[in-house]
């Protein structure tokens, strides 16, 4: 049921901004699906390295020295090469093997109801003065259940506002913030973290082969992020988004209670609390082994070990193992073979994903094969040397596209997939490790993701708003986010800054003077 509520009147600021978000609109629905964008790059790609091969083109190698000719998609040999490789494209394409397994196991912890039901808990019986901050905390740890966190955290966070006497609406901004504007940050690796690194793996081996980018090449970068950003969140909701929403003034013909919600299974939860637990103690103890598996064999660390590089199934377990906890006691798994069927209906939800995957593939093998990728690397890179714009500039630089790029193109992964091939080759070439290339990409895309009109989600969290302000529309959702997308975006890019020009690794073995 809608309710109202007392809201200031629109100025020549909203009416700014609903002049420059029309463009934006008008301007997103001329572009297509993400999908036929990466045939038409196919396409492109064909033809540019048809006439490129045409005219003679080559480049020297940065690596090896040797020049390198561009090969033509659409000569008797390119054609041999699509027909051959497509298969092989999009299985071996690095995000692919990663992201299933890994949604395999998330998938069974969502399904059996235990990501709902921590969510729950940690909203429960906070103060009144950390609710904001909770909730933003709560928030970007709940990107473990990816896009799901959208459709879950916020309509929480707006019944723990209404039962504290606060505006509905400012706890829904809140949980939009934090599930939206700051999905990439995070505490623990995520199935984003997985498949981000995959591309850029992809990316970076045009230019080294065999470069490996692991998951935790942000680590360290990403979860100091998600506290500084749950601190700007609760600023700008207190500050900014409530007084603007002043007095909420519920419905008095809306019977709607916020005590209806179901709570947690609370036995459930706990043999989740004590499995998870004991899994992590039993990684932690057999990693601390003296000559153990899971050590580097060569050196007895954890750089480049086992451990790092078979985070992945860890993780897979690690889930798998809590959410049989949880859904045995729950009575949501009541026989072994709920387990695989609750899998599989998990991994449905990855159809989409797995469309635009294969054809992404197929472009960035061919944009590899042709060898144009390495063409415009070291020209680009040239030209940004020329120019003097490198280093953090050229980072900074490169945020600030991306940021105006992601206002049209709703996928994040599509949109690094269509930017990584050309940017991470670009700077490696600079010397800047692509670890980096990847965390400026992960801020503009983050922190731009609740003001995209093309977004599936949008309609979905207008829904949502209009729970409460029957009056809503598409321009309300915005006014809420906008602040958010400002703040997380200049704070973040600062923080990035500061950190880099420090020379604080990024991640594991991710420092900003190596060059992979």
């Not at 100025?11 to 700014?16: E, I, Q, V």
């Not at 998330?106 to 901050?133: C, D, F, H, N, S």
């Not at 997939?417 to 692509?434: D, H, R, Y």
Request: glycine share 8%; net charge positive; aromatic share 8%.
């Amino acid at each position: 049921m809608a309710r109202t509520k007392t809201r200031t009147k629109s100025g020549a600021g909203s009416k700014a901004l609903a002049a420059t978000l029309n463009v934006v609109e008008r301007a997103g629905n001329a572009l297509p699906h993400p999908f036929m964008l990466f045939v038409y790059l196919s396409i492109l790609i064909a033809v540019v390295s048809a006439v490129a091969a045409w005219f003679g083109a080559s480049v020297v190698h940065p690596g090896t020295g040797k020049q390198v000719v561009i090969h033509s998609i659409l000569s008797g040999e390119g054609l041999t090469y699509v027909v051959t490789s497509a298969l092989k494209n999009f299985v071996e394409f690095p995000p692919l093997p990663l992201v299933v397994v890994l949604m395999l196991g998330i998938g069974l912890a969502q399904q059996v109801g235990l990501i709902e039901a921590v969510l729950r808990r940690a909203l429960a019986g906070v103060k009144p003065r950390y609710v904001t901050l909770t909730v933003m905390l709560v928030g970007i740890f709940s990107h473990l259940a990816s896009d799901a966190s959208t459709l879950i955290v916020p309509p929480l966070a707006a019944i723990v506002f209404l039962k504290m006497g606060r505006h509905p609406l400012a706890g829904l901004a809140a949980g939009f913030a934090a599930t939206g504007a700051a999905f990439t940050a995070n505490f623990v690796i995520t199935s984003t973290d997985v498949l981000l690194s995959g591309i850029t793996t992809a990316a970076a081996g045009i230019i080294t082969p065999g470069t490996t980018v692991s998951p935790l090449a942000n680590y360290f970068f990403m979860p100091a992020s998600a506290i500084m950003l749950a601190v700007v969140g609760t600023i700008v909701t207190e500050k900014i988004i409530e007084p603007r929403l002043g007095t909420y003034a519920p419905d008095p013909d809306d019977d709607e209670s916020p005590d209806a919600e179901p709570a947690p299974n609370g036995k459930a939860l706990r043999n989740a609390g004590i499995t998870a637990v004991l899994y992590v103690l039993a990684v932690a103890i057999i990693t601390a082994v003296p000559g153990s598996p899971l050590r580097n064999p060569e050196t007895g660390g954890l750089l480049k070990s086992p451990l790092l590089e078979g985070i992945v199934p860890i993780l897979l377990m690690f889930f798998v193992s809590t959410a049989i906890a949880y859904g045995v006691t729950a009575r949501t798994i009541t026989s072994t073979s709920d387990i695989p069927a609750l899998m599989s209906k998990s991994v449905k939800e990855l159809s989409g994903f797995l469309v635009l995957i294969f054809v992404a593939a197929q472009a960035i093998a061919w944009f590899t094969w042709s060898n144009l990728g390495l063409l415009l690397a070291v020209h680009g890179a040239a030209l940004l040397k020329s120019l003097g714009i490198g280093g953090i500039l050229g980072l900074v630089g490169f945020s600030l596209l991306t940021a105006g790029l992601s206002l049209v193109i709703a996928s994040g992964s599509a949109l690094w997939s269509l930017e990584a091939p050309t940017f991470v080759p670009m700077f490696m070439l600079q010397g800047i490790n692509p670890a980096y290339v990847q965390a400026a990409y992960r801020i503009a895309d983050s922190s731009t993701n609740m003001m995209v009109p093309l977004s599936p989600y949008i309609a979905i969290l207008l829904g949502f708003i209009q729970r409460y302000d029957k009056k809503a529309r598409l321009g309300t959702l915005f006014a809420l986010m906008l602040p958010y997308t400002a703040a997380f975006y200049a704070s973040w890019l600062l923080f990035f800054v500061v950190w880099t020009a420090l020379g604080i690794p990024i991640g594991p073995g991710e420092t900003f003077h190596i060059g992979h």
